[in-house]
């Protein structure tokens, strides 16, 4: 569990295919804190922490996680916004944050608003009723709020600490990220279809 506050970027230094798999050396200046076997939020996506070396660390995706995040368009020296899991007795200073990307979406358009940034993002119809007005969403592990949502886009306005924290700032339009759900409007609408 995690909470979309970002405590670090990396950068992709080296991939490597096995089988139907994907393993990505990053580096960061948190890798040599992490441990083998520890969960780690990348662009939102919960990788488990397979080997470490000095200041890189290695995880892998497998075929489903590459299907239904934008894992497959990394390349070597991508930024990668990384996050730990929750400690007990943790603030919540974002939101519940699972690690389970729902989707992707594409970025279309990018404002500088003169302190801050406007940032659109498009996503497949049917995750529609997934967000709300004023709601938590998860982009690229980063918990932000909603705002001007239709039926396939939305925007978010980042302040410039988020900016210059996060890869955010090497976003251009027509790149993809990766959507997370708000975890309680989806327990909610499985409610309801049951009902």
Known sequence: ?????????????????????????????LSAE????????HNGV??????????????SAVAETLEKTHLNNWKPGARINLERSLMPMQRVD??????????????????DKDGSHEFEFTFPSKF?????EKGSICV????????????R???????????QLTNLQFLEAGDSVNLEF?????????????D
């Not at 569990?1 to 200046?29: A, L």
């Not at 529609?128 to 709300?132: E, K, R, W």
């Not at 918990?143 to 039926?151: G, P, R, W």
């Not at 708000?182 to 609408?189: R, S, V």
Request: aromatic share 10%.
């Open 128 to 132: 529609a009723p997934l967000i709300i």
């Open 182 to 194: 708000d975890m309680l409007g989806k327990y909610i609408l499985r409610k309801l279809s049951l």
């Open 1 to 29: 569990m995690f909470t979309g506050i970002i405590e670090s970027m990396g950068m992709v230094k080296e991939i490597f295919r096995t089988g139907t798999n994907k393993s990505f050396w990053i580096e960061s200046p």
């Open 94 to 111: 974002g939101h519940f944050v699972q690690g389970h990307v729902d989707t992707t979406a594409l970025c279309k358009k990018i404002k």
């Open 140 to 151: 690229n592990g980063i918990s932000l709020t909603a705002y001007n949502v239709k039926k």
């Open 46 to 59: 919960c990788l488990t922490v397979e080997e470490i070396n000095l200041n890189l660390h290695r995880v």
């Open 153 to 163: 886009s939305f925007k978010v306005a980042i302040i410039p600490y988020t900016y």
């Open 34 to 41: 992490f441990s083998i076997d520890q969960s780690i939020a």
